[in-house]
Nanobody, 125 residues
Framework: QVQLVESGGGLVQAGGSLRLSCAAS????????MGWFRQAPGKEREFVAS????????YYANSVKGRFTISRDNAKNTVYLQMNTLKPEDTAVYYC??????????????????WGQGTQVTVSS
């Protein structure tokens, strides 16, 4: 089982940027597909982005495509989510997720077996 710790959330004005980080420990990080999800109050957790274990393939939700970028550094056991041109509707708790099964793509909550505790992102208008 991998342990995940997110950081980098905060309050930002619309149009601004944030970079989230997710540090992983436990089993071999480079074997894991990684993902970012978010959950706004009263809504279900939704997919944001995912990246394959090698970093060679990524997927994005349509709502963030062109604004957010997922990346990973396997030497640092860390996955990132660079968020640009933030909008108030991006406000949510953002969760990092991991899964070791060699199946790709992974874009649903059920596709991931390990989760972090979440980090709050608030975008003011």
């Amino acid at each position: 089982q991998v342990q995940l710790v997110e950081s980098g959330g905060g309050l930002v004005q619309a149009g601004g940027s944030l970079r989230l980080s997710c540090a992983a420990s436990g089993r071999t990080f480079s074997s894991y597909a990684m993902g970012w999800f978010r959950q706004a109050p009263g809504k279900e957790r939704e997919f944001v982005a995912s990246i394959i274990w090698s970093g060679s393939s990524t997927y994005y939700a349509n709502s963030v495509k062109g604004r957010f970028t997922i990346s990973r550094d396997n030497a640092k056991n860390t996955v990132y989510l660079q968020m640009n041109t933030l909008k108030p509707e991006d406000t949510a708790v953002y969760y990092c997720a991991a899964d070791y099964r060699r199946i790709w793509p992974r874009i649903t909550v059920a596709d991931f077996g390990s989760w972090g505790q979440g980090t709050q992102v608030t975008v003011s208008s």
